[in-house]
Nanobody, 124 residues
Framework: QVLLVESGGGLVQAGGSLRLSCAASGRTDSSLAMGWWRQAPGKKREFVAGIIWDLGSPYYAEAGQGRATITRDHAENTVWLQMTNLKPEDTAVYYC?????????????????WGQGTQVTVSS
């Protein structure tokens, strides 16, 4: 079992930035890749960015291109998502997820563990 705990969400004005953290614990050796997802009210969960633990290779969805940066500290089992130039449409609950596959998946059911999420609200 892998436990994921997100933090760093909050209220930010449009144009601002946030850095979200995801701390992994438990059987972290079974987690080979991580993803950041978000879900806005009334919408489907949406992939934002992902990274492979050992390679550190990032992958971004269109939603995150140019404004999102995903990084990780493999030794600390922590993944971060930096979002800049935030827009009201970025308002959502942001989740990190862990996959047993050594690739970045963009389909949510390919992730094996999920955190509880952290709320990000962007005011106009």
């Amino acid at each position: 079992q892998v436990l994921l705990v997100e933090s760093g969400g909050g209220l930010v004005q449009a144009g601002g930035s946030l850095r979200l953290s995801c701390a992994a614990s438990g059987r972290t050796d079974s987690s080979l890749a991580m993803g950041w997802w978000r879900q806005a009210p009334g919408k489907k969960r949406e992939f934002v960015a992902g990274i492979i633990w050992d390679l550190g290779s990032p992958y971004y969805a269109e939603a995150g291109q140019g404004r999102a940066t995903i990084t990780r500290d493999h030794a600390e089992n922590t993944v971060w998502l930096q979002m800049t130039n935030l827009k009201p449409e970025d308002t959502a609950v942001y989740y990190c997820a862990a996959s047993k596959q050594r690739r970045v998946a963009t389909i949510d059911h390919e992730y094996d563990y999920w955190g509880q999420g952290t709320q990000v609200t962007v005011s106009s």
